[in-house]
């Protein structure tokens, strides 16, 4: 039976767990967060380096197993379906930024073969990816409406606007 350490690796947040695993199967140990705050990158990395050694101390793990970090190249979204969506969320009375993403969301693999885009709606304090995240009602439905809109424009169904059936 050997030990192992399972690492996910963050910046700010670094998953683990611990399983021993043998010819009988796989038995859970221990799991859990290492969170490090907002600080500089060097002070989090020694953080996270303290604190995984303090688990290779307590769970003595035979192996180490870490996730690779995701190494995709960064996707254009195409042109005329991030121009609807814009439009469209303008066209409704809601405020419209680009912005880009670093999260690995199904639309990177749907670019690479068909016209993709993505809409973003806000999170409060900014929160996303994380155990904070919360989005309103409101922005919610200021999203679905912006989707709506873009979607039948792109359909062929003309300058829809709000208040008009589609």
């Known amino acids: 039976m050997v030990r192992i350490l399972g690492l996910d690796p963050g910046s700010r947040i670094t998953g683990y767990g611990v399983v021993d695993a043998g010819h009988q199967g ?6 859990g967060c290492i969170r490090v705050g907002n600080g500089d990158l060097p002070g989090r990395l020694l ?4 604190h995984v050694t303090e688990l290779v101390d307590v769970y003595v793990p035979g192996e180490i197993a870490i996730e690779r970090v995701m190494e995709k190249p960064p996707v254009q979204f195409a042109p005329e379906i991030v121009d609807t ?3 469209a969320a303008r066209g409704l009375g809601y405020d419209s930024i680009d ?3 670093g999260a690995g969301h199904d639309a990177m693999n749907v670019a690479r073969v068909a016209p993709a885009g993505m809409i973003f709606v806000p999170s409060r304090a900014g929160r996303s990816h994380c155990e904070e995240e919360f989005t309103g009602l409101d922005d919610i439905e200021h999203g679905a409406n912006a989707l ?3 979607c039948a424009r792109l359909a062929g169904a003309g300058p829809a606007t709000a208040g008009r059936a589609l």
Not at 26 to 31: M, P, W
Not at 47 to 50: L, Q, S, T, V
Request: no cysteine; charged share 20%; net charge positive.
């Open 26 to 31: 796989v038995r859970y140990v221990a799991s």
């Open 47 to 50: 953080e996270i380096h303290r």
């Open 85 to 87: 969506v814009r439009a």
């Open 99 to 101: 912005m880009l993403s």
């Open 148 to 150: 709506l809109l873009a």
